[in-house]
């Protein structure tokens, strides 16, 4: 790549886990000259290491790793590893929908199937950042019951104790926020996630409930639109 770095580029730190030694390489010197500094482990133990040692910006997972996958290394990160609420992308030879969804369900952001170009990891990479670091334009705390949402922090309570939120939950909600109490069209969400049918977003969905409703199957504050799609409803 000539000239500058992107800007999402700059300062970013990466971890990339993939036990192919050759990808790694590659990985690790593509995303380099991108601008990036990039870290690589072979395996999950290592993975684990790495994140206790240092702070990153991003999170590249293989699935298929001998010993603990990268399904079960992101359901560990997310619930009591260091930088849980790192954006991971995971990286997997297996294409299917029920695999795409599992990743998802366990907190992953982005999902690339093996063979691919680094140019695409590049700008999903890229793409994900800049979501993540974007403030949206209205930042009033909403109320949701015991629980509240910052959009413009990115954050939610229950009880005044912090939630934990991945970074594609919390630019799913901070969407919904924008447009409280009006219904946001499913496939016009969908085309913001790794899924154009529409199933991660569910997915989210279903991830969300669990942290801001009484009763999740029964939902007050976010709301199922039939034939639209999903609506923040706060107090």
């Not at 629980?147 to 939120?165: A, I, M």
């Amino acid at each position: 790549m000539n000239g500058q770095p992107p800007s999402a580029a700059r300062d970013r730190h990466l971890l990339v886990v993939d036990d192919d030694n050759r990808i790694r390489a590659l990985l690790k010197e593509y995303l380099a000259r991108a601008g990036f500094r990039v870290s690589v482990a072979a395996d999950a133990a290592a993975a684990r290491r790495m994140l206790a040692m240092f702070d990153f910006d991003l999170l590249v997972f293989d699935v298929m790793m001998p010993g603990e996958d990268g399904f079960a290394l992101t359901e560990w990160l997310r619930k009591s590893g260091p930088s849980k609420a790192a954006p991971v992308l995971m990286l997997t030879a297996r294409d299917s929908a029920t695999d795409r969804i599992e990743g998802l369900r366990l907190g992953a952001d982005d999902y690339l199937p093996k063979p691919f170009e680094p140019e695409e990891l590049l700008l999903r990479i890229e793409a994900i950042l800049r979501r993540a670091g974007a403030q949206p334009q209205a930042a009033e705390r909403l109320t949701l019951g015991r629980c509240s949402f910052d959009p413009g922090r990115g954050e939610l309570s229950r009880d005044e104790e912090p939630v934990r939120l991945t970074e594609a939950e919390t630019r799913l909600l901070r969407r919904l926020a924008a447009n409280a109490h009006a219904p946001v069209d499913r496939i016009e969400l969908a085309r913001e996630t790794a899924d154009p049918s529409g199933r991660a977003v569910d997915v989210q969905v279903t991830r969300l409930r669990r942290k801001i409703e009484a009763d999740p199957k029964a939902p007050r504050y976010l709301q199922t639109v039939r034939g639209i799609g999903y609506m923040l409803a706060p107090d």
